[in-house]
């Protein structure tokens, strides 16, 4: 093969307008321009760009694991990783190669948020927009508000790529405030998106196995009409209605 390879390359420069064609190589797969990963990730490795995985696969640590993004590769992560290249149709061995590397790449836009979410949609409430006047430095709001939203890319495809919407994203501690809430909610700290667009009680059993830390919904005061979920640490669900 190599030397046939060689053969239609030497032939190509002497035949005006012939098109090369070569076998596949081993080039890792192209990213857009958000992130690039340049090696292949398993268990025991550690750095930045293992954060940046697991920000993209928290969703699909398993049910009632709210995974941190810590930069270190351990068993939770193999899980998600696992998880997340069966989700998507690839082998499931729990490493992160150019296979699912190019998955994510599909996934994410050019700002790293996932596909089917925007920054557009969780923005300052109450008219403001934005994301100053929070809890949290509005930098630190805008990273949890990307964490918040791949873990809902990850519910949307969980229940079959069924469209969601986001009602309520962050709010600054003077709009929570007039809304009813508290003022220091997780809303004020771009951890928290409310969700519509499928049954309610679906969203907030499915949302069990996508890695939110809060999930209220139908039964819970204020939350008939759509479920909230959340990535504080720990756990607090209540959705009564639908026996959560």
């Known amino acids: ?22 076998a596949a190589t081993t080039a890792p797969a192209h990213a857009d321009e958000c992130y690039s990963w340049t090696r292949n990730l398993s268990s025991g490795a550690s750095g930045a760009d293992v954060a940046e995985l697991q920000v993209r696969v928290a969703g699909w640590a398993g049910y009632g694991v709210n995974m941190g ?12 990783v696992r998880n997340f290249q069966s989700a998507h149709g690839l082998g499931a061995d729990g490493v992160a190669g150019p296979a699912t590397y190019a998955r994510i790449y599909a996934l994410q836009d050019a700002d790293c948020t996932p596909a089917h979410f925007s920054y557009a949609e969780v923005d300052g ?5 934005g994301y100053s006047g929070g809890s949290v430095p509005a930098a630190q709001v805008k990273e949890n508000l990307k ?7 990850a519910l949307r495809q969980r229940m079959g790529n069924v469209p969601l919407t986001v009602t309520s ?3 600054s501690q003077a709009c929570d405030r007039q809304v009813g809430g508290s003022g220091t909610g997780q809303h004020t700290y771009g951890n928290a998106i409310d969700l519509v667009g499928a049954s309610f009680c679906s969203l907030a059993q499915n949302a069990r196995s996508n890695g939110f830390g809060g999930i ?5 005061p204020g939350h ?3 479920v909230h979920v ?15």
């Open 1 to 22: 093969m190599p030397r046939l390879r060689s053969l239609l390359a030497a032939l190509a420069l002497t035949l005006p307008g012939a098109v090369v064609v070569t």
């Open 69 to 80: 993004i810590d930069g270190s590769y351990g068993p939770q992560t193999v899980a998600a």
């Open 125 to 129: 409430g109450c008219g403001a927009g």
């Open 147 to 153: 964490r918040a939203m791949w873990r809902a890319e």
């Open 169 to 171: 994203g962050f709010r």
């Open 216 to 220: 209220y919904g139908p039964g819970y």
């Open 224 to 226: 008939d009409d759509h």
């Open 230 to 244: 959340d990535i504080r640490a720990g756990r607090s669900w209540s959705a009564p209605t639908c026996g959560i």
